[in-house]
């Protein structure tokens, strides 16, 4: 049964604090997404990969967000230093994308719940 | 760029009744459009998706959705509600890009139902 797997599940930390949320996307999926629910937004897209290389991150705070794969086993969405206003769940999603075919099906991970005090 | 409205935040609706949740979008181009699920303390899961083809298109659990370009609209519908059928409802659309595109997502839409 191939799942999107996410770790930690929760996590609750201080102000300042660097949080590294780690997201396992179904393997052979080549598109990787990040996305943050709150109940003030909703669901927003920070950022997602395509074979590894990131295609849009116009949804990330610069200043404090970074996203990277460093393989095609692991994404990585870190904050440094974490606010409380980043208090969420970031959910990560994976597809397969096709040379020619347009949008796919996003299989979402369970979520990391983010609580910044 | 495209949008996604919801705008019922909450539909209460007894069991075994008929349902509709009430999805419009705006884009300039072709669109994919999408109906995810969630339930308490999980991730999303697909309902249905229109690509192409037949407008009415059918999903798990017994839901549908008919897509209605000239009124912009992707209405989900069951025609009978189970209690297991409460959960958070998020309509989402993509414009037809070569190589895939992102997820524009609504509000979504609570669907309480009572017994």
């Known amino acids: 049964d191939a799942r999107v797997t996410q770790t930690p599940r929760h996590k609750v930390t201080e102000m300042g604090q660097e949080v590294t949320m780690r997201c396992q996307p179904i393997l052979g999926h080549n598109t990787v997404f990040w996305y943050r629910q709150t109940m003030m937004q909703g669901l927003e897209l920070l950022a997602y990969?395509?074979?590894?290389?990131?295609?849009?991150d116009s949804g990330m705070p610069k200043d404090r967000f970074s996203a990277e794969m460093p393989d095609a086993t692991l994404a990585t969405l870190k904050i440094q230093p974490s606010e409380p206003r980043d208090s969420a769940v970031y959910f990560c999603a994976s597809g397969l994308v096709g040379r020619t075919s347009g949008s796919i099906e996003q299989f979402f991970g369970p979520g990391t719940r983010l609580t910044v005090l | 760029a495209q949008s996604v409205t919801q705008l019922d935040s909450q539909v209460p609706v007894f069991e075994e009744a008929p349902v509709e949740l009430r999805c419009n979008y705006s884009s300039s181009v072709s669109v994919y459009l999408f109906w995810y699920v969630q339930y308490p303390n999980q991730g999303l899961q697909l309902l249905l998706k229109?690509?192409?083809?037949?407008?009415l298109v059918k999903g798990i659990n017994g839901f549908e959705a008919e897509f209605n370009k000239s009124q912009t609209s992707f209405h989900l519908r069951k025609p009978s509600v189970h209690i297991s059928d409460t959960a958070e409802y998020f309509c989402?659309?993509?414009?037809?890009?070569?190589?895939?595109?992102?997820?524009?997502f609504g509000t979504g839409t609570q669907l309480k139902v009572e017994l």
């Open positions: 989402a659309v993509s414009g037809v890009t070569g190589g895939g595109n992102k997820l524009t």
């Open positions: 990969f395509r074979n590894r290389a990131p295609l849009d």
């Open positions: 229109y690509l192409s083809g037949s407008t």
